[in-house]
């Protein structure tokens, strides 16, 4: 009778991982294109330069099939001056902040260059941290800046400039203006001559119907500092432009928004459609509402794959962006695509985070997730599909 209860007892448990782990999500990669080691940012907000020079290394990788470590402190302390100066221009009415975009950084090595990482201080190498860290740093430069550009003064003098860079260096290091690369000498310049990084080959896109499609507009984001313009397709279009480009080998960075309580920590983003997932809270949406960031990402990864998922359309994207639901707060590299078991697609996204979660720094990102949240794709003009080219006129 005992061996009887304990073998009834052991068919039960193995019942029951059955049913736990047929809800966990097994991903199957359907194409992967190549990308260089994951980075962290730690703590600094400097995702859209980490994102972006990991495209950067993604598009050499693919080109030349080096793998080239490129600085991101090199374009973080130009970057900041150029926001610096643009912020004074504008007496402080624009946004001075960690954040930034991918046209960012583009933008810095055209009038700037770029040089590798082994050139540069190592970031957090200048407070003796090992990893960047701007808690200190921030706290001393935004303070600085404001209050030049909202200060009393009526004729402003050039030492200002000299303070600002100061405070650049100290803690970023300070750029080199020579240096020797594999036995040859470059200038940041000319070292991003030989790489062949030109911005005029990269585009940005969104979509968006407060503006017209097909047309070139500036998206309303705080961090996008930068007045530069992306175009605007239609939903369809971005999110067929995102497939047509990894299938051809290319890599897509991306800008929006991941704030929303089913981006998780641990290596998921699923736009989760709460009002029909009454099995997240064993109640109702309400409940859900009370629940902590990690209770959230808990219940979703208890559903797992029979997770339900919002329908995302033209007008739901509009409204998420017009009542602030959907930010731009986070930018990432798409590398890959991948299938869960129940067939629900996923984009492999690099993050910036170090080798964190379930996925060591790799982030499953639904596609319906991607086109509810995406502020904007920046990618090369070549990996557009000619349809969407012609019809805006590049």
């Known amino acids: 009778m005992k061996k009887t209860t304990f073998i009834a007892l052991i068919v039960c448990l193995l019942c029951s991982f059955s049913i736990q782990a047929a809800d966990e999500i097994v991903f199957t990669t359907v194409l992967e294109n190549g990308i260089t080691p994951v980075k962290n940012q730690n703590r600094s907000g400097t995702c859209w330069d980490y994102a972006t020079i990991g495209f950067i290394e993604a598009e050499l990788l693919r080109t030349t099939g080096k793998v080239y470590d490129l600085s991101e402190m090199f374009v973080a302390n130009k970057d900041y001056v150029d926001c610096a100066e643009y912020h004074v221009r504008m007496h402080g009415s624009s946004r001075f902040s960690e954040g930034g975009s991918a046209d960012d950084v583009f933008e810095v090595i055209d009038r700037h ?107 309303e984001a705080p961090y996008k500092w930068r007045p530069r313009p992306s175009w605007n397709v239609t939903l369809d279009e971005m999110m067929a432009t995102i497939d047509n480009a990894l299938k051809q080998g290319f890599t897509v960075c991306w800008g929006g928004d991941v704030s929303e309580d089913s981006f998780t920590r641990t290596g998921l983003g699923i736009a989760a459609d709460i009002e029909h997932a009454p099995d997240l809270t064993g109640s109702d949406a309400a409940r859900w509402l009370k629940l902590t960031k990690q209770e ?53 996204v690099k993050n910036s985070w170090g080798k964190t979660g379930e996925y060591q720094g790799i982030w499953y990102m639904s596609k319906a997730y991607i086109a509810l949240n995406t502020t904007y794709i920046f990618l090369n003009k070549t990996a557009v599909s000619k349809d969407v080219r012609k019809k805006l006129g590049f």
């Open 113 to 219: 260059g770029i040089c590798p990482e082994e050139a540069m201080a190592r970031p957090g190498s200048m407070i003796g941290d090992t990893l960047a860290n701007f808690t200190e740093f921030f706290a001393t430069l935004e303070p600085y800046v404001e209050s030049i550009a909202k200060g009393s003064s009526t004729k402003l003098t050039t030492q200002w400039k000299v303070g600002l860079q100061g405070i650049l260096d100290a803690y970023l290091g300070t750029c080199p203006e020579k240096f020797t690369y594999e036995g040859k000498q470059y200038t940041p310049k000319s070292f991003a001559q030989m790489l062949g990084i030109n911005k005029r080959n990269y585009v940005s896109i969104t979509s968006f119907t407060h503006h017209p499609f097909y047309e070139q507009f500036v998206i």
């Open 296 to 348: 959230k990402a808990e219940s979703l990864k208890k559903l797992g794959a029979q997770t339900p998922e919002l329908v995302p359309t033209q007008e739901l994207r509009q409204e998420r962006f017009d009542n602030w639901q959907s930010t731009y707060d986070h930018v990432m590299l798409i590398f890959g695509i991948a299938r869960d078991q129940n067939g629900r697609e996923y984009y492999m």
